[in-house]
């Protein structure tokens, strides 16, 4: 096994989920944002809740959200509080949801999303920003004793495990696509994300994308109804998800790629994914940056941008933002938060911080857009 949606109004894809994602986000943020705590683990400060807001003199940053970027972020930290002694970083694994939320009501200066802005939020916040940081992606996993190899899947095949009608792992659908390999009749086991995440929001996102029959766009969110399916778990951030995955029998599970070395270390199977031309791809370096070169050229000024299912490459990929409020409570604040940004797109962006998580670098194009948007913020 292997160690390792306002978009074009841009796009036709991207327009159709755009449209519930609106939907959904018209919802009170304080309504999808249900706080949790991720169970993984990192060597850099950090808190299971939401930390205060940054402070006075802007010598104190803070954050929360995204568990998918946790990892990431928790470097970034500690090499940046290492060569500026005089800032502060306080970061907390939240969940993308929690991550806007917190931004948006400024009880932090930054809010980390797998999830771009919907227009519902925007419209809610108008001073609020969602700046790409670098690319990830989301893998699925999965625990099937006996079986060996990256078993493959497609967006049709997920919605009907997840939507019920796909029930034991030796079920004909899945044996067509994985021919040759020996399936056992288990029972298969759905876990999903219990808080508001942009994980669930980029994995409903291609569902819906290959599936939208089965999977309707009004069920693609960082919150969405999951249906009622016997055995199905819901676990808290994504370190939650490869815990329970490691202790459950025939489960399926989607997790951010910065958890593979855990899923790899808890003896998971890691899944093939079908893209839109149908070729099965992994989440490697190569793959991932195939696919954003069908989309980087295309990312607005914005930033908003879904990169889901491309034609070429690794289909679950998306931007990891960074949501700040445009205007800051200081001018010493703002100008921490944007040396600090800045410093995420340009030395942050290196093979030494992205590599171990599986990230890729935003591309050149995107870096610039993302600098305009951070040099944006005042105070």
Not at 131 to 136: F, H, Q, T, Y
Request: net charge positive; aromatic share 8%.
């Amino acid at each position: 096994m292997r160690k390792r949606a306002q978009v074009k109004e841009y796009s036709q894809v991207a327009k159709r989920i755009r449209l519930v994602y609106t939907a959904a986000a018209l919802v009170p943020l304080t309504v999808l944002a249900a706080a949790c705590s991720s169970s993984s683990s990192t060597s850099s400060p950090s808190t299971s809740s939401s930390p205060p807001a940054g402070s006075a003199g802007g010598k104190s940053i803070t954050e929360t959200g995204s568990t998918l970027l946790f990892p990431l972020f928790g470097t970034w930290q500690t090499a940046y509080s290492a060569a500026n002694k005089s800032v502060t970083i306080t970061s907390g694994a939240t969940g993308s949801g929690t991550g806007i939320t917190d931004a948006a009501e400024g009880l932090v200066n930054i809010g980390a999303s797998d999830a771009y802005l919907s227009p519902g939020q925007l419209s809610t916040y108008p001073g609020l920003l969602n700046i790409p940081l670098a690319v990830s992606g989301a893998m699925i996993t999965y625990n099937v004793p006996g079986v060996k190899g990256n078993l493959k899947f497609n967006g049709k095949v997920l919605s009907e495990i997840y939507g019920g009608k796909i029930t034991t792992w030796n079920d004909p659908a899945i044996k067509a696509l994985n021919p040759g390999v020996s399936l056992p009749s288990t029972k298969i086991v759905t876990l999903h994300r219990s808080d508001s995440s942009g994980t669930t929001f980029i994995f409903t996102s291609y569902l819906n994308d290959q599936d939208p029959a089965g999977w309707p766009i009004a069920n693609v969110g960082t919150t969405v109804t999951w249906p009622s399916v016997p055995g199905e778990l819901g676990e808290m951030g994504n370190g939650g998800m490869v815990a329970a995955c490691g202790t459950t029998k025939g489960c399926i599970a989607y997790v951010g790629i910065s958890y593979l070395a855990k899923v790899t270390a808890a003896g998971l199977g890691e899944g093939a994914l079908g893209n839109k031309a149908g070729k099965f791809e992994l989440p490697t370096a190569s793959s991932i940056s195939a696919a954003l070169a069908q989309f980087s050229g295309s990312t607005p000024a914005s930033g908003t941008q879904s990169l889901i299912d491309s034609s070429v490459g690794y289909p679950i990929i998306n931007y990891e933002y960074a949501i700040v409020k445009k205007s800051q409570p200081s001018a010493a604040e703002a100008a921490a938060v944007k040396a600090f940004l800045n410093w995420t797109v340009t030395t942050g962006n290196g093979a030494t911080f992205l590599t171990p998580v599986l990230f890729q670098p935003l591309p050149s194009r995107v870096l610039t857009i993302s600098q305009a948007l951070i040099n944006s913020i005042s105070g």
